[in-house]
């Protein structure tokens, strides 16, 4: 059942409408799923950051959730919110969550004791300061959080075909049906490529959002 | 939504043995998670600290872990699939044993290579000094030292190990995926809950496990402190 | 601006002529449903595309999955049109017996659809089977011609079909209960390729298929002599928001296409799809041109 290369390049090239199709829709399930991951994590890793009795309750949550294999959380909503982008998004910001949540956290963690006792010598009302010092201070950990939660998203989204959404994963789930080799690779190639650019972008946002770090030679 | 809970206590009443119940899908799980890491444990270690002692492949190995952690998951087991039963294995548990094989070498091959790498210079240098052989420098320095993150690894490995095991139910094998699966195919919305559950306390549990492991295999001076270190090294559990 | 001035002025002498039924621009979108395998999908592109060409918009939600997830689907609106199989239709749908009759499951498929909103329209003289099959060699091996001849082999028999199987009266119960068969199942896919690599593979002796859908010469298909499967036609599925919609044009044109499917035909664009590796939409358009 399976003749022939192992990738028919020609069916790459008559199908360039739906490969550009599926990034179109997993680049906005992704989009969507860190954007909102950030909203909802954002005030919550601020809350952990300043009490820290917290972060134990809220890390636990995020955690489970993080837990509970992908498969079975989409299979387990559709009864309740049918085959739609709802399904699919609530999975996805869940897994983001952990992720965000404790990398922003031990990103605020992380700043240096010293630089908020300067700041708040020099006048820094609270707010400026965290807005002025600590987030800024925070930046490239907290990025490094996008930036996983990005990829692992990205991975995710293709087990969102098993619920009529999936990105890329359609083809890796029509190859799977079809025992067609190329639809397959096809899919789980541009995963990983797509994946892969929002991780370069992601490196070029943290150097732009922290020009300070660049001078310090590694 | 008291039918619900009510339905899925009377699942796993129902499922406590048997064919298909769940003692023996629990098993399967734990059987093809646990031969998985250590055969990838076995095969990545060693290559891993020779490599890190000798100070080479680190950016191959952050490269290797980037595109690893890059493949979905059920891309893997998809691709898994045509290549079994390419080779005569088939389907069921040699794609699933393979896919998980796949997934587990990068977390442990990296850790180990970065972890072995990253022990101070000074110390290597000093033992040399003394006369140790670079194997036992190796085993009698390094790896006591890297032990920490070589487990973080392992861990993390397992994790996702046991975690993805689900998705092997897509392609002919059992497991406590063979619930979410089959109830999904069903509608059977308390089996699908039931066996994601139960996966999620697998990997707790093995988490539990690891924690303990190190415990009993991190000199004390060398554990780490009580603010976490951020997560570059958490695990793509999916 | 202006041409949503005319967009307007055209709405208005739309609305104002058009009594009830919308125009095809602003009524709803239309969504036709597969079930997850190849064949559901060639039809529902059939179905889709000759909606298209009358004008309609609409998409194809393509392979959702087994008729436990697609029922509901259509039922709420989700999606409006599915290519039905007339007996399993009744039997998995409804818990209902078919008589074995394909007009006589489809009229009381109409009647159990009523009370849900949903219409049942004309069969297709083509229909697609649940079959069992076996190796030529293990055939060979035991004489076996039909699902009755199992009963000679005289032990547990490997079992292969979707993981469904399991709930459905014609499915592992049939077998067990009308052929009084011994079977050790393993869950696989809906006649799909996890079924035909074990049944090659020799990991199971008996798979299921759909009869349309089996390409290999070395594979036997079982004939059915009690009878087990009922009249499996292909018909057309529609959640009444849509004729509510646009009126009896719907019903119109896809019985037109729909009594035109035979089971040669089915059996033809399957092998296109799932051997020739082509997609479901070309396969459609194909058989759009040659029957329309």
Redesign the interface.
């Known amino acids: 059942m399976n003749e022939g290369p192992l990738v028919r390049w020609d069916w790459v090239w008559s199908h360039l409408d739906d490969i550009w199709e599926l990034t179109v829709q997993h680049v906005v399930l992704t989009v969507i799923a860190v954007s909102l991951g950030l909203v909802i994590a954002g005030p919550l890793a601020y809350y952990g950051y300043r009490h820290y009795a917290a972060r134990g309750p809220i890390t636990w949550v995020a955690g489970v959730l993080y837990t509970i294999p992908s498969l079975a959380l989409f299979a387990f909503l559709v009864p309740f919110t049918g085959l739609s982008i709802l399904t699919a998004e609530i999975g996805l910001v869940g897994y983001t969550l952990l992720i965000l949540f404790r990398n922003i956290v031990a990103g605020l963690d992380a700043v240096p004791d010293g630089v908020i006792e300067a700041a708040t010598g020099m006048g820094y009302t609270d707010r400026r300061r965290f807005w002025e010092v600590e987030l800024p201070l925070a930046m490239p950990v907290i990025i490094a959080g996008i930036r996983i939660a990005t990829v692992t998203t990205v991975g995710l989204v293709t087990v969102t075909s098993l619920i009529s959404y999936g990105g890329y994963g359609k083809f890796i789930l029509q190859g799977l049906n079809r025992f067609f080799n190329t639809q397959i690779i096809i899919g789980a190639v541009l995963s990983v490529l797509l994946a892969t650019v929002a991780d370069v972008l992601l490196i070029r946002l943290e150097r732009r959002v922290t020009p300070w770090a660049q001078r310090r030679s590694e | 939504m008291s039918g619900f809970w009510a339905d899925a206590w009377t699942f796993v009443l129902d499922n406590l043995s048997g064919d298909g119940g769940i003692p023996e899908l629990l098993v399967d799980h734990i059987r093809i998670s646990a031969f998985t890491v250590v055969l990838a444990s076995s095969i990545a270690l060693p290559g891993a600290m020779w490599l890190g002692h000798r100070g080479r492949g680190l950016a191959a190995a952050v490269a290797v872990v980037n595109i690893g952690r890059a493949i979905p998951s059920f891309a893997i087991v998809a691709l898994a699939l045509p290549v079994t039963i390419a080779i005569g294995l088939g389907l069921g548990f040699w794609p699933t044993f393979l896919a998980l094989f796949a997934l587990a070498l990068p977390p442990i091959f990296v850790n180990t290579v970065t972890g072995v790498s990253e022990v101070d210079d000074s110390l290597v240098e000093s033992a040399r000094g003394m006369g140790l052989t670079e194997s036992q420098i190796l085993r009698t320095i390094e790896l006591p030292i890297a032990m920490p993150v070589i487990l973080s690894g392992v861990r993390l490995s397992a994790v996702q190990v046991v975690a993805t095991a689900t998705l092997g139910a897509l392609v002919g094998w059992g497991g406590l995926g063979r619930y979410v699966v089959d109830g999904f195919a069903t509608q059977n919305n308390p089996k699908v809950f039931i066996g994601g559950l139960l996966v999620a306390l697998l990997a707790i549990t093995t988490e539990i496990f690891f924690s303990f492991l190190e415990r009993v295999l991190i000199p004390k001076g060398l554990r780490k402190g009580k603010k976490g270190e951020p997560s570059h090294e958490r695990a793509e559990a999916h | 601006m202006k041409l949503f001035a005319s967009l307007a002025a055209l709405a208005l002498v739309a609305v104002a002529c058009g009594g009830g039924t919308e125009t095809k621009e602003d009524g709803p979108t239309i969504v036709v449903g597969s079930f ?3 064949e559901s999908e060639i039809i529902g592109e059939i179905y889709r595309q000759a909606l298209e060409a009358e004008g309609y918009t609409v998409e194809h ?6 008729r ?2 697609v029922k ?2 259509l039922e ?1 609106g ?1 999606i409006h049109i599915v290519p039905e199989y007339v007996g399993s239709a009744l039997e998995v749908g409804f818990g209902v017996t078919p008589s074995g009759d394909g007009e006589a499951s489809r009229d009381q498929l109409e009647e159990l659809y009523e009370p849900l909103g949903v219409s049942v329209f004309g069969l297709a003289p083509g229909e697609d089977k649940n079959t069992y099959i076996v190796m030529k060699a293990f055939a060979d091996q035991y004489d076996l011609e039909s699902i009755s001849d199992l009963a000679g082999v005289g032990r547990t028999i490997e079992f292969g079909g ?3 199987c ?2 459905r009266p014609r499915c592992l119960a049939g077998l067990q209960g009308t052929y009084g068969l011994d079977l050790n199942f ?4 809906a006649g ?3 079924t ?3 049944l090659t ?1 020799g ?1 199971i002796e008996l798979g299921l298929a759909f009869s349309t859908f089996v390409f290999n010469p070395d594979v036997v298909l079982l004939v059915d002599d009690l009878l087990l499967q009922p009249d499996e036609n292909i018909v057309p599925v529609v959640n009444n928001v849509i004729i509510d919609a646009y009126g009896s044009d719907i019903e119109k044109i896809l019985n037109a296409v729909n009594s035109k499917l035979t089971t040669a035909d089915l059996a033809a664009m399957n092998k296109r ?3 020739d ?1 082509e ?1 479901a939409a070309d396969i459609a358009a194909d058989w759009l041109a040659d029957n329309g």
Do not use: H, R, W, Y
């Not at chain 3, 393993?186 to 896919?189: F, I, K, S, V």
């Open positions: 997850g395998f190849g939600n393509v392979q959702i999955g087994p436990e997830i509901p689907a709420s989700e979707p993981p469904e399991t709930e393993t869950a696989l896919d799909g390729p996890l035909m690599a074990a593979g990991e799809f799932g051997v590796k997609d």
